[in-house]
């Protein structure tokens, strides 16, 4: 009967329906897609750009400028100084997220045009795969010799080029820098000196993509990209953000850092079990630098050490501690959970998604866990491990996370 009736259908004069209708499943198909034209690179270098010049509100700073930025590469200018036109534009830089995910394994999705870092949401040619490594999160740019540019802007949602000439000229940074093809940098954007205010960049060349690094070893390094007299400022110049626990006035110049493993993310408490052999095990020293790009060591744990450990999935998290030299957990002077320290003693959690709390008393501010767990081929979760980079700059804790591309989940 169905065979029937579209024979009919046919030789009624049907086909052309049928052809008119299957043109316009088409075109609505297309109306949803946007072509977008890339500019080949040759010869690139990767970038990712991070705003680190935090918004502070106090009644000392009401009037300062929103750190709110347009980066521009390579820009031309006219005769005042003022751009008009750039070969890379990176509009709406905001400032970062205490997270910054791996890709692809924590996309998420908004409808605000401000971007936490570039690439970011920018819809451009990105880095490969290297050694492993999915380079999605670092943009193509030109390697050589380039001049950067960062623009204040207002904060609204018009495209920089297409804001009033008035409101284009008021550059904080134009400099040069050289970049070396193939390689993989991460440029920050800092206050360098908390009194005078004074701004500028940190660019840093990254080697966790040449490094023979293991499979089952997490990898982290840290960084204090604080401004000079940070810690020692009074506390009304700084932001009060409950969130960032003991690190809201910050910490001294040179600490050292210590590792404790705990076995359940599902016991969120400092005084459950640890992992044997990692309860404050003393892993690395930081200190405070804002003028050089070196990349500090990556020191590394074991990602199936826990009791509970599979081989296939842990429930393990990570606590962070940073002392002044000559203190650690067994001669911590403070009170057990004190969020005021004199920067002598600051902590952070790493756990879950990082959106959990800790007990009120916890001294530590939350981010993210290092291991990444997520559906791979038929486990679901299945741990990964992963390289990643602990930041404290001022009185706020930054995480970046770089995981290797993994098999695609089976269903």
Same mark, same amino acid.
């Given at each position: 009967?169905?065979?029937?009736?579209?024979?009919?259908?046919?030789?009624?004069?049907?086909?052309?329906?049928?052809?008119?209708?299957?043109?316009?499943?088409?075109?609505?198909?297309?109306?949803?897609?946007?072509?977008?034209?890339?500019? #080949?690179?040759?010869?690139?270098?990767?970038?990712?750009?991070?705003?680190?010049?935090?918004?502070?509100? =106090?009644?000392?700073?009401?009037?300062?400028?929103?750190?709110?930025?347009?980066?521009?590469?390579?820009?031309?200018?006219?005769?005042?100084?003022?751009? =008009?036109?750039?070969?890379?534009?990176?509009?709406?830089?905001?400032?970062?997220?205490?997270?910054?995910?791996?890709?692809?394994? $924590? !996309?998420?999705?908004?409808?605000?045009?401000?971007?936490?870092?570039?690439?970011?949401?920018?819809?451009?040619?990105?880095?490969?795969?290297?050694?492993?490594?999915?380079?999605?999160?670092? /943009?193509?740019?030109?390697?050589?010799?380039?001049? !950067?540019?960062?623009?204040?802007?207002? #904060?609204?949602?018009?495209?920089?080029?297409?804001?009033?000439?008035?409101?284009?000229?008021? !550059?904080? !940074?134009?400099?040069?820098?050289?970049?070396?093809?193939?390689?993989?940098?991460?440029? $920050?954007?800092?206050?360098?000196?908390?009194?005078?205010?004074?701004?500028?960049?940190?660019?840093?060349?990254?080697?966790?993509?040449?490094?023979?690094?293991?499979?089952?070893?997490?990898?982290?390094?840290?960084?204090?990209?604080?401004?000079?007299?940070?810690?020692?400022?009074?506390?009304?110049?700084?932001?009060?953000?409950?969130?960032?626990?003991?690190?809201?006035?910050?910490?001294?110049?040179?600490?050292?850092?210590?590792?404790?493993?705990?076995?359940?993310?599902?016991?969120?408490?400092?005084?459950?079990?640890?992992?044997?052999?990692?309860?404050?095990?003393?892993?690395?020293?930081?200190?405070?630098?804002?003028?050089?790009?070196?990349?500090?060591?990556?020191?590394?744990?074991?990602?199936? /050490?826990?009791?509970?450990?599979?081989?296939?999935? =842990?429930?393990?998290?990570?606590?962070?501690?940073?002392?002044?030299?000559?203190?650690?957990? =067994?001669?911590?002077?403070?009170?057990?959970?004190?969020?005021?320290?004199?920067?002598?003693?600051?902590?952070?959690?790493?756990?879950?998604?990082?959106?959990?709390?800790?007990?009120?008393?916890?001294?530590?501010?939350?981010?993210?866990?290092?291991?990444?767990?997520? $559906?791979?081929?038929?486990?679901?979760? #299945?741990?990964?491990?992963?390289?990643?980079?602990?930041?404290?700059?001022?009185?706020?804790?930054?995480?970046?996370?770089?995981?290797?591309?993994?098999?695609?989940?089976?269903?």
């Amino acid at each position: 009967m169905k065979t029937e009736k579209f024979n009919n259908l046919i030789t009624a004069g049907g086909f052309k329906q049928l052809a008119w209708l299957f043109a316009s499943f088409l075109l609505l198909l297309s109306s949803g897609c946007v072509k977008v034209e890339y500019s #080949k690179i040759d010869d690139p270098a990767y970038l990712r750009v991070f705003n680190n010049l935090n918004y502070v509100q =106090t009644l000392g700073s009401k009037d300062n400028k929103v750190p709110f930025f347009c980066m521009l590469i390579n820009p031309v200018v006219d005769g005042s100084g003022m751009p =008009t036109s750039a070969e890379i534009v990176g509009d709406f830089l905001d400032q970062r997220d205490a997270y910054a995910p791996p890709y692809p394994s $924590h !996309i998420g999705t908004s409808t605000s045009v401000n971007n936490p870092e570039y690439p970011g949401k920018e819809n451009v040619l990105v880095g490969p795969v290297l050694n492993g490594f999915d380079l999605s999160s670092w /943009a193509q740019v030109p390697s050589g010799r380039i001049r !950067i540019m960062f623009a204040y802007r207002p #904060k609204n949602t018009v495209p920089f080029f297409q804001l009033e000439n008035q409101l284009k000229k008021d !550059i904080l !940074i134009d400099t040069t820098l050289n970049l070396t093809n193939k390689e993989v940098y991460t440029l $920050h954007l800092l206050q360098k000196d908390f009194e005078t205010k004074r701004a500028g960049i940190l660019l840093r060349e990254e080697i966790f993509q040449k490094l023979p690094l293991s499979d089952s070893l997490s990898y982290v390094n840290f960084y204090n990209m604080s401004a000079k007299g940070y810690w020692q400022a009074d506390k009304s110049l700084k932001a009060e953000d409950y969130l960032m626990a003991s690190f809201q006035s910050g910490m001294k110049d040179d600490m050292n850092v210590f590792l404790s493993l705990y076995e359940n993310q599902n016991i969120l408490s400092q005084t459950e079990a640890t992992v044997p052999g990692f309860k404050g095990k003393y892993i690395a020293n930081v200190k405070l630098n804002t003028a050089t790009g070196m990349v500090n060591p990556y020191v590394s744990f074991p990602i199936w /050490a826990g009791k509970t450990a599979n081989g296939i999935t =842990t429930n393990m998290w990570q606590r962070f501690d940073f002392f002044v030299p000559g203190m650690d957990i =067994t001669n911590n002077p403070f009170y057990p959970n004190s969020i005021d320290n004199g920067g002598n003693w600051v902590s952070v959690n790493c756990l879950q998604n990082g959106k959990v709390k800790m007990a009120s008393n916890d001294n530590a501010a939350i981010l993210p866990n290092l291991l990444v767990n997520i $559906h791979s081929g038929v486990n679901n979760p #299945k741990t990964f491990a992963t390289v990643n980079t602990i930041e404290v700059v001022n009185g706020r804790v930054y995480l970046t996370t770089i995981q290797r591309k993994y098999a695609p989940p089976i269903y």
